[in-house]
């Protein structure tokens, strides 16, 4: 049996974010994989970790959506352990990129929160 009332706040659930959207599955797979090669290739130049990131976004096919998506990417992969100054810089343009048609909502804790945490702890 349904709880009464569930059916009316799914509905206005449904009507508030069908149109609205989301990072892709595939974003979140493509960093867990970067940040377990990462952690078992942790003294890798530069251009290896840009080269595994490029095959990254190839597998992943992070090229098909907006460049947000891949800003995302680089954000979470490649600048990740950059110092704070650089890492707010990125949130800052990703939250104002956000904003125009076509972008999804950024918000660096729907990247860094329950999604990808425990993936990031994992041993």
Known sequence: MIRPGLK???????????RRFHL?????????????WNRMNPLTSAAAREQTIIELM???????????V??????HTYFMDSIPA????FDSL???NAGEPG?????????IGPAVVPIRGRR
């Open 70 to 75: 891949r800003y995302c990417f680089y954000r």
């Open 103 to 111: 972008n999804p909502a950024y918000s660096a804790d729907r990247i």
């Open 8 to 18: 009316d706040h799914l509905n206005k659930y449904l009507a508030e974010n069908i």
């Open 24 to 36: 892709p599955l595939s974003l979140y797979a493509a960093i867990d994989q970067y940040v377990d």
């Open 58 to 68: 190839e597998l992943f096919r992070l090229n098909s959506w907006p460049d947000l």
């Open 94 to 96: 990703l939250e104002k």
């Open 86 to 89: 650089i890492i707010g810089s």
